[in-house]
């Protein structure tokens, strides 16, 4: 079955960074765009990038040129590394593939404070 697995949260001062992977099985990974999404408390779930099977990446406006999302498709996983981090970036971050259905991964806590 398709299985997500995001790592790499944590907290971190504003101004710093962190890098997230999401681990993939269960599908043929290559083949497949992926997404980056978060949630922060009492806010809707929202895109914050995306890559195509051939390396293309989109971001949120709110991200576009701090966050970088790549691919690793010998490892099936995804990255996303997050430099300048800031307070609003405070969230909850899931991966997200499209295979069939929608699938999601359990999520990784982003926390940016002084």
């Known amino acids: 079955q398709v299985q997500l697995v995001e790592s790499g949260g944590g907290l971190v001062q504003p101004g710093g960074s962190l890098r997230l992977s999401c681990a993939a099985s269960?599908?043929?990974?290559?083949?497949?765009?992926l997404y980056w999404y978060r949630q922060a408390p009492g806010k809707q779930r929202e895109f914050v990038a995306s890559i195509t099977s051939g390396g293309s990446a989109n971001y949120a406006d709110s991200v576009k040129g701090r966050f970088t999302i790549s691919r690793d498709n010998a490892k099936n996983t995804v990255y996303l590394q997050m430099n300048n981090l800031q307070p609003e970036d405070t969230a909850v971050y899931y991966c997200?593939?499209?295979?069939?259905?929608?699938?999601w991964g359990q999520g990784t806590q982003v926390t940016v404070s002084p």
């Open positions: 997200n593939a499209y295979v069939g259905i929608a699938y």
């Open positions: 269960g599908f043929l990974f290559s083949i497949y765009p």
